[in-house]
């Protein structure tokens, strides 16, 4: 990427910005190949979810992610360039069209503030193929046209256009400064996103997608012939409303409920969005620094703060949950050293405090392998044992005849990336399917020994519960 030291607030003209995309213009023709251009600022506060909600259109893609409890959040709209992919090479195939991006981009600004320059979003599903008439591909990657992201106190705009040979630059010109002006003073609508004007609450419909219970048996059976050691089964619930959903709103009772996860969106703009809020991080990669974790293991909350505790000592004391949550670990572990990875964590697990529940939990840090990138990490780690299974071939070979319906992205990979090396990405479970006025739920637990039935669905229905509270509220 080529980084121009110009200062679009320094020289914040049309006339400047004509003559700029002129000189973008001109190397796309000496290139013989478009540019992507990008053009961050530093704006004043801005709430990126409320500027999504605002000019928020179903038929354009966009992306969403969030961490409330660190004041962290990336929203992006509208795109520029794209690519899909599919196949066991689909990491490889979308780092090497990113890298073909970025070698013809040109960014000006302040491109090195938090979410500052041109940033990709990606989804990649649970699976490297997905199944005819699913909503996603297998592997869908997208710059945006606008982006706003929160980082502490620091809000960054950027804007991406992409600059042909032949491009009318005072189309361009005037899209941009149009841009520019709106975000230095955002206004936000005022009226309630997804607001019917409906007096009474919505009425749902529930209906399950398959039989848990004798899926959990099925597989049961697997563990003890030795064919597989664990499984991750979820259950599939569809919900029809008596009004239009919107996903934003329910994204709203999700991010309020669950502070300490992942709050997202991401649509295509040609079907359904998938939302959710995810407590685990897949990998993430800021300044040479790798971070992912492993999260299994799970328990209860309790209703007062010493059934809690109580509870958070079962569950260290569990040898059912610490070998599962091992394994994971190790896992992890194994798949990260073939890379260069290093990895560093604690020698036990700690508990997680969720709201509605309570996981095992080791951090796992490590120096990021020079030549390495975000994706070269997620090929190697997803799907983890966490949504999948031990040995992770044989358990999901296994998953899609026992859970009955195809997952597509959920327990996928979703996320960004940036020019720097650097990136975020987290699994795509406690998460649900949007579209008109229907919704299908996700949740999920994880089969080994020792394992029941009765117990596996129980801690599916407490994933349940906590999660259609939040989205029907």
């Not at 213009?25 to 190949?33: P, Q």
């Amino acid at each position: 990427m080529t980084i121009l030291p110009i200062h679009p607030a320094e020289n914040a003209s049309p006339d400047a910005l004509f003559a700029f995309l002129g000189e973008c213009r001109a190397a796309a023709v000496r290139d013989g190949h478009w540019k992507l251009v990008s053009i961050s600022l530093e704006v004043d506060a801005l709430d990126p979810l409320a500027v999504l909600e605002s000019i928020f259109d179903p038929g354009e893609p966009h992306f969403y992610a969030e961490r409330p409890a660190i004041e962290t959040a990336i929203a992006g709209a509208e795109v520029v360039v794209a690519h899909e992919a599919r196949g066991p090479e689909r990491f490889a195939n979308a780092q090497r069209w990113m890298s073909e991006a970025l070698e013809h981009s040109i960014a000006v600004g302040d491109v090195s503030a938090p979410f500052g320059g041109p940033h990709f979003f990606a989804a990649f599903s649970f699976l490297d193929d997905v199944e005819a008439g699913e909503a996603f591909p297998a592997a869908s990657i997208f710059v945006p046209r606008w982006q706003v992201a929160l980082a502490g106190k620091t809000t960054t705009a950027v804007a991406n256009l992409l600059v042909t040979p032949d491009a009318d630059l005072a189309a361009l010109a005037h899209r941009v400064w149009r841009a520019h002006q709106k975000f230095r003073r955002f206004g936000y609508t005022d009226t309630p996103v997804g607001d019917t004007g409906d007096v009474l609450p919505p009425q749902f419909t529930h209906r399950e997608a398959g039989d848990y219970r004798t899926s959990v048996s099925r597989a049961l059976e697997s563990i003890a012939s030795g064919e597989i050691a664990k499984i991750v089964l979820a259950r599939a619930q569809d919900i029809t409303s008596d009004r239009t959903l919107h996903p934003l709103q329910m994204l709203n009772g999700l991010r309020q409920r669950f502070p300490d996860c992942y709050a997202f969106s991401f649509t295509l703009g040609r079907g359904p969005s998938f939302i959710g809020a995810s407590p685990e991080r897949l990998v993430r990669v800021s300044q040479g620094r790798l971070e992912t974790e492993a999260l299994a293991g799970s328990i209860r909350r309790g209703t007062t703060a010493s059934e809690d505790a109580a509870l958070a000592g079962a569950l260290l004391r569990s040898e059912k949950d610490v070998r599962e949550h091992r394994d994971v670990l190790d896992d992890i572990v194994a798949r990260l050293r073939p890379l260069g990875v290093v990895a560093e964590f604690p020698a036990q697990p700690q508990v997680r405090r969720l709201a509605n529940v309570q996981h095992l939990h080791t951090p796992v840090q490590a120096a990021m392998p020079s030549g390495r990138t975000v994706l070269d990490v997620i090929a190697a780690m997803h799907p983890t044992p966490a949504v999948g299974g031990t040995p992770r071939g044989a358990a999901i070979e296994r998953i899609r005849g026992l859970e009955g319906f195809p997952r597509g992205l959920y327990a996928g990979a979703i996320g960004w990336l940036n020019a720097r090396g650097g990136g975020e990405f987290f699994v795509g479970i406690r998460s649900a399917l949007v579209e008109g006025s229907r919704a299908r739920v996700f949740a999920g637990a994880g089969i080994v020994k020792g394992s029941t039935p009765e117990k596996e669905f129980a801690e599916t229905e407490l994933k349940f519960k906590a999660m259609l509270d939040a989205l029907m509220k």
